[in-house]
């Protein structure tokens, strides 16, 4: 049974703020959740930088592949021109240069600045051939530069003939040494031979680049090659590519420039022998990924160095994804702490509310059973659902008996005010607090307080009534005791001369408005004095007593009998005919009081004189007619004692 239940929450220790653990839990979780993300964002951070690493490395070997093909496509070109140069005895220049116009070698074979051919001038054949050159037509051809030199070469076709390939011709390539090294390599391999870095004399002052060279040499047909010294004999010239390193390297790599920056070097990696660089001027990328590869190309080694540039590092898609995964699981972490904590939470308040309520009801209920008082709980129509020990004993019944009858069918008389009245009442929310008689089991009345309050739903609808009910039986008798004390005389009960003149002063009125007549008698017993002188004061008592006893047997309930002091009684009668009745009731009065008395085993006699004052005749007032129903009695006294007298 719960009594009151909807404000024990109220009062109870709950209160929402978060524990020392949940805390604790929580800054753990962001510990956690801070330390995992740190974790995976290094460990993406680890994987990035090899995947980086294996791309580079992938990217370098392609580079290094393509360099390779591109040579490899190069030297077969210059062997196509070894075979179509050797064909005949003589080097037939001009079908050399047809065929090479025919070539459209620059759209096949990108970076070839062009292919020539210079010719083995043997010692002391220079001026014939200069002759020789000038007589096809080029009246300024020269061999450059000048000077005794015991082997001399000449540029004599470079095609494309082109303004830049026309500062070629005629120059000794073999005077200049590094030329010269791979121009004798090549003889002495029998193949194609590359120079190492050098400086192209296509080059003017501007855009200067690094160049190489690749020579294949050129026999005459049909004679022997199998050994150097053969191949010296039988040497021609060299067909030859020269190439501008940057415009060699472009398209080779794939990627953005802005990506990665690559460096060529010819066979060692340092500034000398820089060949190629995408990105001059910078010293370093400063990401430290770097890969490199080599290449054999006509007999020399070619490192290419690949460095990452920032950009390449991280695809933006993918880091950010990452980025945003790892943020992702480190707030879901987070959060999933923080609900583990406030169910935690939540269930610990849960649990302590429960406790503060088993408590609370447990004492409620201990409350409820042992009250004096009876404590009910109805339904809705007033049928009673509960009953406390206290509830059974004030009324006498069992509990069975109790339950599901209505609570005011336990009232007496169903205790003056309506069912429907008070269920409105309490409908509004409002408590009742009244008195009923109660009768109980065995047929006792009891008069009880009653304070009833209504028991509302979730929703405000009165869904039942609390009853208290406290026994007041004795304080009502308490207080009608004390009423009874202030308005009658102690001794015998009859009305005190302060009442008496109340309901003088009532009669008076009534009979003023309705007009009708009223009568007032004074009645003094005679010779009292000598009972109590006689007999003792308490024989006087009880002679008083039995005197008001007997005159109230002589008096309608409708008329009064005051004690006005002593052995002086008044009556009053409200509503008489007549003269006639007073003088009967009197008479009544007198015959009553003269009949013998028994006190204390002892016959004593006793007689009364007795006034009558009538209204309106005998006086208009209380005073008036109080002052004249007394001078009638001495009048009666007067007159012998035991007789009634009227007013004159
Ligand atoms: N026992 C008793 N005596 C009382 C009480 N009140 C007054 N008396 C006595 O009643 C007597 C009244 O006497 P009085 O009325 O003076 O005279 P009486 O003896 O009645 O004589 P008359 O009135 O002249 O006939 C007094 O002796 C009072 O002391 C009372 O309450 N009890």
């Known amino acids: 049974m719960h009594v009151a239940d909807d404000r024990v929450a109220d009062t109870g220790p709950v209160r929402r703020r978060c524990s020392p653990g949940g805390v604790a839990l929580i800054v753990f979780a ?102 020789a050159m000038r007589a096809l037509g080029n009246e300024e051809y020269r061999v450059w530069p000048e000077g005794p030199r015991p082997f001399v070469s000449s540029i004599v076709v470079l095609e494309p003939a082109d303004w830049r390939n026309a500062r070629a011709v005629g120059f000794d390539m073999y005077s200049e040494p590094v030329r010269r090294e791979a121009m004798d390599r090549a003889v002495h391999s029998g193949d194609a031979a590359l120079t190492g870095k050098t400086t192209l004399v296509q080059e003017t002052e501007t855009d200067v680049q690094a160049g190489v060279l690749l020579y294949m040499p050129v026999f005459g047909d049909g004679m022997p090659t199998a050994t150097e010294v053969e191949r010296w004999i039988a040497l021609r010239g060299w067909v030859y590519m020269p190439f501008r390193m940057a415009r060699l390297m472009e398209h080779v790599l794939e990627l953005h420039p802005d990506q990665v920056r690559m460096q060529v070097f010819d066979r060692v990696e340092s500034p000398e022998s820089l060949l190629y660089d995408s990105h001059p001027g910078v010293t370093t990328t400063g990401t430290g990924l770097v890969s490199t590869g080599s ?142 008689r109660l009768t109980r089991d065995d047929g006792s009345q009891l008069t009880v307080l009653a304070s009833l309050a209504p028991l509302n739903d979730g929703w405000g609808r009165m869904k039942g009534v609390i009853a208290l009910l406290s026994d007041i039986s004795e304080r009502k008798e308490a207080e009608q005791r004390i009423a009874h004390m202030a308005t009658h005389d102690i001794l015998t009960g009859a009305v005190n001369r302060l009442m008496f003149g109340e309901l003088l002063a009532y009669s008076l009125a009534q009979a003023r408005r309705a007009g009708h007549q009223f009568a007032l008698l004074f009645v003094d017993l005679d010779h009292f004095k000598r009972v109590n002188d006689d007999w003792g004061h308490h024989a006087g008592d009880l002679l008083l007593c039995e005197a008001v006893r007997r005159m109230q047997g002589s008096i309608r309930s409708s008329d009064t009998l005051g004690r006005r002091g002593g052995d002086e009684f008044v009556v009053l009668l409200p509503e008489i005919g007549s003269e006639k009745d007073a003088e009967t009731v009197a008479e009544k009065i007198r015959a009553a009081i003269e009949r013998p008395f028994v006190l204390q085993g002892r016959e004593v006699c006793i007689s009364s004189s007795i006034g009558i004052a009538l209204y309106p005749e005998d006086g208009k007032d209380e005073d008036e007619l109080m002052g004249r129903a007394d001078e009638a009695m001495y009048c009666a006294k007067l007159a012998g004692r035991n007789r009634a007298c009227r007013a004159r």
Not at 55 to 75: G, I, K, N, Q
Not at 104 to 122: C, M, N, R, S
């Open 30 to 131: 962001l510990a956690c959740a801070i330390g995992a993300a740190v974790v995976v964002w290094n460990h993406l951070a680890k994987r990035h930088h090899e995947q980086a690493f294996a791309h580079l490395a992938s990217h370098t070997a392609e580079v290094v592949l393509t360099v390779d093909e591109r040579f490899r496509a190069y030297r077969m070109l210059l062997r196509g021109g070894q075979a179509f140069l050797r064909s005949g005895d003589e080097v037939d220049l001009a079908a050399w240069r047809t065929y090479l116009q025919r070539l459209t070698f620059q759209e096949d074979y990108p970076g070839v600045q062009g292919i020539g051919f210079t010719l083995w001038i043997l010692p002391g054949q220079l001026e014939a051939h200069t002759r």
């Open 295 to 436: 290449a054999i190309l006509g007999g020399v080694e070619w490192i290419v160095r690949l460095e990452a540039l920032p950009a390449f590092e991280a695809d933006p898609d993918v880091r950010q994804a990452e980025f945003v995964s790892v943020v992702l699981v480190g707030i879901l972490l987070v959060v999933t702490a923080l609900f583990f904590s406030i169910t935690r939470e939540r269930a610990t308040q849960l649990a302590r509310t429960s406790e503060f309520l088993r408590r609370s009801e447990a004492k409620y209920s201990a409350l409820v059973n042992l009250a004096h008082d009876g404590i009910a709980a109805t339904d809705a129509d007033f049928r009673l659902t509960f009953v406390n020990p206290g509830f059974v004993q004030l009324v006498g019944l069992d509990e069975a008996k109790l339950l599901g009858r209505a609570l005011d069918e336990l009232w007496s008389e169903g205790g003056g005010e309506s069912r429907e009245r008070i269920l409105a009442h309490l409908g509004k929310g409002e408590s009742k607090r009244y008195e009923v």
